[in-house]
């Protein structure tokens, strides 16, 4: 999975800037093959940060959290 999520970011990263250059020559269609290209760039940094936060613990669910929302549905 993390090599799928580095290889959107590096497609992208050719992509985009490759098809802001072509846009001058072939109009809106490099332009909207260009916006592509940097929707991968986002979706592939968005993947990496979710990576990173999966690896560290921070998306973890504590007991605490449990106890919490446990607490808060029994008072409902």
Do not use: C, K, Q
């Not at 970011?9 to 490759?18: F, H, K, T, Y």
């Not at 993947?47 to 990173?52: D, F, K, S």
């Amino acid at each position: 999975m993390e090599a799928a999520v580095g290889e959107v970011a590096l497609g992208g990263s050719v992509i985009l800037p490759v098809f802001v250059l072509l846009e001058l020559r072939l109009g809106l269609l490099a332009g909207g093959i260009a916006d592509i290209g940097g929707l991968m760039v986002i979706v592939g940094l968005v993947g990496m940060l979710v990576g990173i936060l999966r690896y560290s613990g921070g998306l973890d669910v504590t007991e605490n959290d449990v106890a919490e929302a446990d607490a808060a549905e029994g008072a409902r």
